[in-house]
T-cell receptor
Framework: QQQVKQSPQSLIVQKGGISIINCAYE??????FPWYQQFPGKGPALLIA?????SEKKEGRFTISFNKSAKQFSLHIMDSQPGDSATYFC???????????FGKGTRLSVIA | NAGVTQTPKFRVLKTGQSMTLLCAQD?????MYWYRQDPGMGLRLIHY???????AKGEVPDGYNVSRLKKQNFLLGLESAAPSQTSVYFC?????????????????FGEGSRLTVL
């Protein structure tokens, strides 16, 4: 049973466009939702994270939108650049109880 | 400033052989994790540890064993390797879970160990 469902599996976006990756979860006990970014040959690294008490968090060109009632959250990358080409993972955690569970990942390609 | 270091980075095994992956972190983190990454499957947790001398099973623990004898090290063992264990293995560490502060739950990953079982 997959605890965090991520879509799409792959995404191609033109340079300057908006990249949108979506995740859905079932466990209402989850209270921490990070996104990780992974470049080829490297380990994932934390990009941005949010708690369910806010509906949106923005850091530079990266924004997490959170919909608690729908049990969904998404990553928006504004003004996408070729350097953003990477695999993105959403994740969720019930803090203090269970470790992070990850979605299956989205491979983003930003083309010029 | 090493962070999380994994050894070896590459290894080829024959079915039935055993091996140990070593993870070392220099950030004084309490929590350590072993994940495997397979195409289309994301990151799946194998085992984790919430402190020296403790270990716990993750999502896919079968065929693996772990030990955390020292706080800075977390070992992943394969007693009898199988082709299904061909994967990229990632070790990670964190201060703790997200808890009260978001940044305590941040996972710091190593660069991975690519294991092929023939």
């Amino acid at each position: 049973q997959q605890q965090v469902k991520q879509s799409p599996q792959s995404l191609i976006v033109q340079k300057g466009g908006i990249s949108i990756i979506n995740c859905a979860y079932e466990n209402t006990a989850f209270d921490y939702f990070p996104w990780y970014q992974q470049f080829p040959g490297k380990g994932p690294a934390l990009l941005i994270a949010i708690r369910p008490d806010v509906s949106e968090k923005k850091e530079g060109r990266f924004t997490i939108s959170f919909n608690k009632s729908a049990k969904q959250f998404s990553l928006h990358i504004m003004d996408s650049q070729p350097g953003d080409s990477a695999t993105y993972f959403c994740a969720a955690e019930n803090s203090g109880n269970t470790p992070l569970v990850f979605g299956k990942g989205t491979r983003l390609s930003v083309i010029a | 400033n090493a962070g999380v270091t994994q050894t070896p980075k590459f290894r080829v095994l024959k079915t039935g052989q055993s091996m140990t992956l070593l993870c070392a972190q220099d950030m004084n983190h309490e929590y350590m994790y072993w994940y495997r990454q397979d195409p289309g499957m994301g990151l799946r947790l194998i085992h984790y540890s919430v402190g020296e001398g403790t270990t716990a099973k993750g999502e896919v623990p079968d065929g693996y064993n772990v030990s955390r004898l020292k706080k800075q090290n977390f070992l992943l063992g394969l007693e009898s390797a199988a082709p299904s264990q061909t994967s990229v293995y990632f070790c990670a560490s964190s201060l703790g879970t997200s808890g009260r502060y978001l940044n305590t739950g941040e996972l710091f990953f190593g660069e991975g160990s690519r294991l092929t079982v023939l």
